[in-house]
């Protein structure tokens, strides 16, 4: 990554760490929450993404098909079971957690565990909320051991040799949705700034994050 890039993303792993801090200041706001979800996919992209760039990806070309079955039937069985639970009891939750094996075979090694992790956060954020029978402690664990265990890079890395070069453009592109996901971020927080200074001050404390890196090459204004 570019050092613009790497402050971008430090900024939105900083924003990420506060939105799952402060949770219950904007717990109910719904088009928020579903942002706030969407942005830290995105974050959970880039992150993989920048890690996907600087591996050789001809290093281990073992594919993994096993786990990744594993870790996509357990992610297809409890991420729909929650959504059972969910589902009419006014939360947009179970429209997130409804998928199938199909959608995530389609998706790349990274692109699955990714999102295989995303809908087992979603779960596990909301265990409060689930009536445990429908997933267990242990079910959950199972899960979560799943993708752990999944070597994406390795798996891709033997689908196709090319991804560290494919990671940079694919960087590229996921930076740009980054942008325009805060822009939509700022919009939905602005309210904040009347009904909760304190909550939206430290909000835009860590926007500002990306700038530290590159402040110090500022020519200071003449006086």
């Avoid at 729909?80 to 199909?102: E, M, R, W």
């Avoid at 090694?109 to 295989?116: D, H, R």
Wanted: hydrophobic share 35%.
């Amino acid at each position: 990554m570019t050092t613009n890039q790497s402050n971008r993303l430090t900024m939105a792993k900083t924003l990420r760490q506060f939105f799952s801090a402060e949770q219950a200041k904007y717990a109910g706001n719904n088009p928020l929450t579903v942002r706030i979800a969407d942005f830290n996919t995105i974050v959970d992209h880039l992150e993989h993404l920048a890690s996907v760039q600087t591996t050789d990806t001809t290093a281990d070309t073992g594919l993994k098909s096993d786990a990744r079955i594993l870790m996509t039937n357990l992610t297809v069985a409890y991420a729909n079971t929650a959504a059972d639970y969910f589902d009419g009891k006014d939360s947009p939750l179970s429209k997130q957690l409804t998928t199938s094996k199909t959608k995530i075979n389609k998706m790349s090694g990274v692109e699955a565990k990714i999102y295989c992790n995303r809908l087992y956060n979603v779960v596990n954020d909301n265990r409060a909320n689930l009536d445990p029978d429908y997933v267990t402690a242990s079910e959950a664990d199972q899960w979560f051991t799943a993708i752990n265990n999944f070597d994406a890079k390795a798996y891709d890395a033997g689908i196709n040799i090319d991804a560290s070069q494919n990671a940079t453009q694919d960087l590229k592109a996921e930076f740009e949705k980054l942008r325009l996901c805060i822009q939509k971020l700022d919009r939905l927080m602005k309210k904040y700034g009347i009904l909760n200074p304190s909550f939206y001050g430290n909000f835009k404390i860590s926007r500002k994050i990306s700038d530290l890196g590159t402040r110090h090459n500022e020519t200071p204004p003449q006086e």
